[in-house]
């Protein structure tokens, strides 16, 4: 992190994704080590099965706190709001698309939480995300894997006929004022991909015993 704080300098910020990986107590631990660095936010502090530690984990540290990529209604985010976290991460093709996760939104602008759509996926996702980004008072900021490792011959983008809409300049997403959604998607690059069929998986990784660790 402190590597990373010195590549980039202090102008620009820096999201950490502990993706769950720590104990509610390393986590205490580690938060207050990472806070003179100033972390946008860090997410995913615990697992979604812990989240009844994250109101006191939020008490304990000056760091934002975010989750909510594995929540998936108004529901689950209900508690975690009350809870203290400081970012929404609702993913809009998990979490009951585009209507529901502006309900998600409304409720976290209640609590003044600011929201970065989870979206590791393809451009229909992301593109869906971003028409939330432009309708929600408290959007932060927005996730994608354009470019990203595991899209490595199969990038996000190679599904699109025009990727103009993906032309970010200095970091920054140009509302569309195409119909719908604002992409068209390339029918016969579809095609191509359902004839070599889906074989991506999930790394296994383990710890040295042997028992299943979190990816």
Known sequence: MAAVREAVGEENDVVIDFHGRMSTAMAR???PLI????????EEAVLPEHTRNLAALARSTSIPLATGERLYS???????????IAVAQPDVSHAGGISEVRRIAAMAEAYDVTMAPHCPLGPIALVASLQLAFAIPNFLIQEQSVGIHYNQGNDVLDYLVDRTPFQFAG??????????????????????????G??????VWRHPDGSFAEW
């Open 29 to 31: 631990r580690v938060l």
């Open 35 to 42: 806070e003179p660095l100033l972390p946008l936010f860090v």
């Open 74 to 84: 108004r529901w689950d985010f209900r508690e975690v709001l009350r809870d203290g």
């Open 171 to 196: 970091g920054f997403a140009e509302r569309t004022a195409v119909p719908g959604l604002g992409i068209e998607v390339d029918a016969a690059a579809v095609e191509r991909a359902a004839g070599r």
């Open 198 to 203: 889906h074989r991506w998986r999930n790394p």
